[in-house]
Structure formats: structure tokens, C-alpha cells
């Protein structure tokens, strides 16, 4: 027999209840949710989300963190509501941002020989680096 798992809370504590158009209706016992089959959407893996909650608090927009990411700026929009994420708010400062290959972040370390107390975050985005600096609003 094979197990379902409850598309809410991913609990395998699931029984049959019936048919819905023609098609097994199941549902949970520990949420009470029920559900006919699977969810086909993307899964996002976790590490995807925590970059894109990570983007967010650095003061990326939603349709940057989208360019970035590959994801929807939507799905990004919702993942933060769900972890019911705020940023500071700060109106002196903006995130700037570059992507940069390993060769080209090792030159842009070696350019600034004192790099210490600069409100620099260097992150990883799939085989890129992206570096997130904060300027001054004139």
C-alpha cells in the first residue's frame, strides 16, 4: 500500500475518504486537511528559501531576488509573508549588488586591501558570489 503524505504538514497520517470527480479524496489526521492528490507545483529546496529570505533582509527587491534566484517574484513575496519576515526599515542607506565568478571575487578582495567595517555580506548564488554593500542616499 502506498503511503500519501498530506501536502499541508507532510504527515503520512493520511486515510482514504471517498471520491471527488472520479479521483480518491484523502485526509489527514493530524491536520485535517484534505486533498485529493499530490501537489504537482516546485518543491524549493531549502536552501533556496533561506537565500531568498536572506535577500529579502539585505534589501533586495522581489523582482531582483527573482532575476537572481530564478524563482518567481511572486513565490518570493509569499515565502516571506509565510515566515512573517519584516526588514529594518532604513532610509539612509541601499543595497548595491554585483555577481562575480571566484577569479573575479578574488580581484575584487585584492583591491581593497582594508575591507573590514565596510557593510559588506559576500554570499553565494550557484556557482557565482554575489557581494551586497550598503551606500549612503545623498
Known amino acids: 500500500m502506498k503511503v500519501r503524505f498530506c501536502p499541508r504538514c507532510d504527515s503520512p497520517q493520511t486515510v482514504k475518504s471517498g471520491f471527488i470527480n472520479q479521483k480518491q479524496r484523502y485526509k489527514c489526521k493530524k491536520c485535517n486537511y484534505y486533498f485529493t ?3 504537482l ?6 536552501d533556496k528559501i533561506t537565500k531568498v529570505l536572506q535577500l529579502y533582509l539585505e534589501g533586495i527587491s522581489y523582482r531582483e531576488i527573482e532575476r537572481l534566484l530564478g524563482i518567481s517574484h511572486v513565490t518570493a513575496m509569499n515565502l516571506v509573508k509565510k515566515f512573517k519576515i519584516k ?10 549588488y554585483k555577481i562575480l ?3 573575479e571575487l578574488l580581484a575584487f578582495i585584492a583591491d581593497k586591501p582594508n575591507i573590514s ?3 559588506l555580506v559576500i554570499s553565494t548564488i550557484g556557482d557565482k558570489y554575489m ?7 545623498l
Open 37 to 39: 492528490v499530490n501537489k
Open 41 to 46: 507545483g516546485k518543491k524549493l529546496d531549502n
Open 87 to 96: 526588514r529594518p526599515e532604513s532610509l539612509e542607506y541601499r543595497p548595491t
Open 101 to 103: 565568478n571566484h577569479n
Open 117 to 119: 567595517n565596510k557593510g
Open 131 to 137: 557581494i551586497i554593500q550598503w551606500k549612503k542616499i
